[in-house]
């Protein structure tokens, strides 16, 4: 790692998190959902650590993803996405199990999970006649009907929306024992509906909805940059492009080595980072990879700065972007190492670019 700027995951919040959801609901069947590398937090490492702590099952968003996963884990993996045809055959010799969402001329080995669309209005099939008859059709093929799933479009949020699209699916009389429909807000609010659930966001730490949650969760993500420079300008000067910040007074401004091409917005311009218990402003533009900050005497290049940790959550990040937490965790880019502790140890590190 030639630059200090890296995120760290912390391994045992992901075994913590894993282990409480899958106590609170039950479920037999935990997928442990990795697709855009493991939401920013590393695909491999996530998955390593859920299915030691309990989850049962892979998903990830394509096919590509998956493939990936192959190569290291025997488990069921399910692609969640849309699959073209083109790649079944390639999906059945790696034992890649499928999603469905429509007609398909395929007669080989391969498992899928026929997706249902109850009201989300994304990928499925949303009409009765097609849906019986869809698997009719692959029960007389060789291809296994290993699941039928439907995905929330507002569990945690709205009742009245979850019951609608559980009533949905409950009047075509499908196969019990197959369908999963509980992403990580489904499980936490709505667990007694099944026995498998897809589990994300929550796996991470993150909530899934607003409001009180039966577990406690624990965030395995933090973003740390390491001072580089560290300069005192006179009053009335300005800092960086644009020069948009301009000194009120004479102020130390020191310099960190990350920027937008690492997933750190422009729009972070004004937000505040931590470095030894004290917060301090973004000022000026955000740069491609660099930012600075104002500070004060006390600080000094080396300094380590948290720009996510446990006092800067995700949640605030995305609160004060107006965004999710989703989004916050999936934008750090692939130029940022990962570091993964467990056991307060540093047990493994990923630089992506060498
Ligand atoms: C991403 C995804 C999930 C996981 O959702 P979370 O809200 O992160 O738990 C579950 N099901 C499908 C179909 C998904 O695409």
């Keep these: 790692m030639f630059r200090d700027t890296w995120v760290e995951v912390d391994l045992d919040r992901i075994t913590h998190n894993v282990k409480v959801i899958k106590e609170y609901t039950g479920y037999d069947k935990i997928f442990a959902v990795v697709k855009a590398n493991g939401y920013g ?31 290291h884990f025997t488990c069921p993996i399910l692609v969640l996405g849309y699959t073209s045809e083109d790649y079944f055959e390639l999906a059945s010799e790696n034992n890649i199990s499928l999603t469905i969402i429509d007609d398909f001329e395929y007669d080989g080995k391969l498992n899928v999970h026929l997706k249902i669309d109850t009201g989300m209005n994304r990928l499925g099939l949303d009409n009765s006649t097609d849906i019986l008859r869809m698997i009719e059709k692959i029960n007389k ?11 929330l479009a507002t569990a945690g949020s709205s009742d009245v929306h979850y019951y609608k699209q559980l009533n949905r699916l409950k009047s075509l009389g499908l196969d019990l024992e197959l369908i999963h429909v509980n992403n990580s807000a489904g499980m936490l609010a709505y667990k007694e509906m099944f026995s498998a659930g897809r589990l994300g966001i929550a796996m991470y730490g993150l909530t899934p909805y607003d409001g009180v949650l039966p577990v406690e969760l624990k965030q395995a993500f933090s973003l740390y940059s390491k001072i580089t420079s560290v300069k005192k300008i006179q009053k009335g000067e300005s800092v960086g492009y644009g020069a ?58 080396d300094d380590i700065v948290s720009l996510i940790s446990d006092e800067i959550t995700v949640g605030d990040m995305a609160n004060d972007l107006g965004t999710i937490n989703y989004e916050i965790v999936c934008s750090i880019t692939d130029r940022v190492p990962r570091v993964y502790k467990s056991n307060g140890k540093i047990t493994k590190f990923n630089n992506y670019r060498f």
């Design 41 to 71: 937090h590393g695909d491999i490492e996530v998955a390593e650590t859920a299915l030691a702590a309990g989850a049962t099952h892979l998903a990830v968003a394509f096919l590509d993803e998956a493939l990936r996963l192959r190569k």
């Design 141 to 151: 093929s060789k291809v296994n009907l290993e699941g039928i799933y439907t995905h």
């Design 244 to 301: 948009t910040y301009v000194t009120s007074k004479d102020s130390y401004i020191a310099t960190l080595p990350i920027g937008y091409a690492d997933g750190f917005l422009r729009v972070n311009k004004g937000r505040m980072v931590e470095i030894k218990s004290k917060l301090y402003e973004i000022v000026g533009n955000v740069c491609m990879d660099q930012i600075m900050i104002l500070v004060d005497e006390t600080i000094s290049k």
